[in-house]
């Protein structure tokens, strides 16, 4: 199926893009993080796709700044697969 619209809304510190395909709506979000990679993630046809450590401090700063229950259950989550270790 072909995306057949685009809507965009700016957010507190991102940009929100809702793709319509088909009957389904795709919500992506591309948010400023003003801080440095831990890790170094996958480039993914040019795009540079955060490491799971990465995703995870991101998600703690955005629980700090807002925090929403669906986040939680994120962090959560990660931590379930992926014990990281300290050092």
């Known amino acids: ?22 009957k389904d709506v795709i919500k992506t979000e591309f948010t400023y993080c003003p801080f440095s990679r831990i890790e170094n993630g996958k480039i993914i ?26 986040d939680f259950i994120d962090l959560y989550l990660i931590y379930q697969e992926n014990r990281f270790e300290n050092g």
């Open 45 to 70: 046809n040019g795009i540079r796709i955060d490491s799971l450590l990465d995703i995870a401090v991101n998600k703690v700063f955005t629980i700090y700044q807002k925090p929403r229950s669906r």
């Open 1 to 22: 199926m072909k995306i057949s619209k685009i809507d965009y809304q700016q957010s507190f510190n991102g940009n929100l893009f809702f793709l319509y395909v088909g």
